[in-house]
């Protein structure tokens, strides 16, 4: 059984109709706008002009599919939000090839037993904080944080969803009972530089990465450029340029492939070319799959933090901004994904996500996994996101024989 890649590619051209700029050749369908909400209308008609049911839930989602309603179903999705100036695929593959993936099992199968649906997601790129159709579904929001969740310009949720006739509060009620799902299975562009690098056309994704963002300052001696001795000063940016180089050490002695460490903002005080820094204030941010490795990297960079700053007369504080534990696939899916994978013949390699997608939520009330094919130089979020056509034909098709596997069980 094969997807119909034709079919496949004019539903994505015509939901990329919508939204999209010419000038810079971006998609702006950002969460609640008025482009990603014509979406939604237009994946609701298209659904329903190919006899599936379809209907909106509280938060935005947009569920298209068939099957009884009493059984337990399979879902797959991902959202067609899109940030703004973003890419062609991002989001959109995994919601058109849902569709695809229907498509196809109804013509191969026109009794159905199990429930097969596909959603498009809500507000997943971050507008308001991000993964709002996921966390509605899997019955994660607050009625507080509906309440006050805004954007960067200040425009409440609620105050957006009404201007688009929903009520905000409504989300509450998309939570899917966990017995009603079977699984959740999504197809996404891994957004990195892993797969295309690698020459390889399938991710079958472990998990999503753990992440601890910390916020360091090293306090040293602001001291005039030219008067102070090199062996007399407490430079906070030597500190800082020190640390840099332990990162490579601390991975290899603590670490392991998947780990990552960045030091990705920076600021020096007072920050003047005669003045010696007194102040370097700097993010450490830490990913792995595994919680105790996050934590082994942790103590080593503060192990070596303390070191530098005695080494060069600081003070060294820091403050954990976050801590998000990673979140695994469920593993007999990631089984099932890479036994579909291995019988096409396709290259592929096990791997981590280091960006966040509905799927880790919907890991927490149902099998969940998680499909990559390969990034075009590793571009997202961008006009120039790209992938091959061949790649996205084979990661519709894993989406279909993981979701034929799935009912199978
Ligand atoms: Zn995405």
Redesign the pocket.
Known sequence: MQINLERLQQNLHDLNEIGYNPEDRGFYRIGFSDADMQGRQWLMERARSLELDTYMDGAGNVFFGTGARDQPMILMG??IDTVPAGGYF??SL?AMAALEVIETMREHYPQLDTPIWGVATAE??GRFGGMLGAQAMSGKLTPDWLQEAHDADGVYLKDAMAAQGLDVMKALEAAIPPERLKAFVEL??E?GPVLFQKDLQIGVVEGISGVFKWIVHLKGKADHAGTAPMDMRSDAFMGLADFAHEIERIIAENGTDKSRITVGKVELKPGHPHTVPGEAIFTIVGRDMDNDIMTDLANACRRALSAIARKHRLMFEYEQVSWLAPKPCSSRLVDLIEQQTQHRGYSYLRMPSG?G?DTQFMSEVTDAGLIFIPSINGV?HAPDEWSHWRDVEAGANILLDTVQAISKA
């Open positions: 991902s959202h991002d989001g995994g997943e790129e996404h562009i957004q960006a997608h997202s």
